[in-house]
């Protein structure tokens, strides 16, 4: 794939990735229900997802050869300067993975904590960074 491919898919990618983290907040910044909670781990599944597509993109432009894969993507974004703090996203990538599989009432009070406490934020600083890319 060339690198204006890359470029446009990364742009593409970033700009849904906004969109994405602006929908997160929206629902973070409301009192928490049943329904709000659901919205929240919902919206930050795809903002996971989308944050890792644009990171994936954002490498390759930058001729990164990195496999479409969560845990490579994220050292490959760390070791580049886009992420602040590896751990942080190793655990976002794993309350991913934890909501995709059960539901679990206590869980789900504990993610939707974690995505407004830590995750909302570094998604946050990411979309930053990326508009700089």
Request: include cysteine; hydrophobic fraction near 40%.
């Amino acid at each position: 794939m060339s690198t204006s491919s890359h470029q446009q898919r990364f742009e593409q990618a970033r700009d849904q990735f906004s969109r994405a983290v602006a929908r997160l907040a929206e629902v973070a910044a409301l009192d928490e229900t049943d329904v709000v909670r659901d919205a929240l781990i919902q919206r930050f599944e795809f903002s996971y997802e989308l944050a890792r597509k644009s990171l994936f993109y954002c490498l390759r432009d930058q001729g990164e050869q990195v496999q479409d894969m969560a845990r490579p993507i994220l050292q490959a974004a760390f070791r580049a300067g886009l992420l602040d703090d590896p751990d942080l996203w190793d655990r976002i990538k794993n309350a991913r993975n934890e909501t995709s599989h059960t539901y679990n009432e206590a869980k789900a009070i504990e993610i939707a904590a974690f995505v407004r406490e830590e995750a909302l934020p570094a998604m946050q600083r990411l979309e930053q960074q990326m508009k700089t890319q």
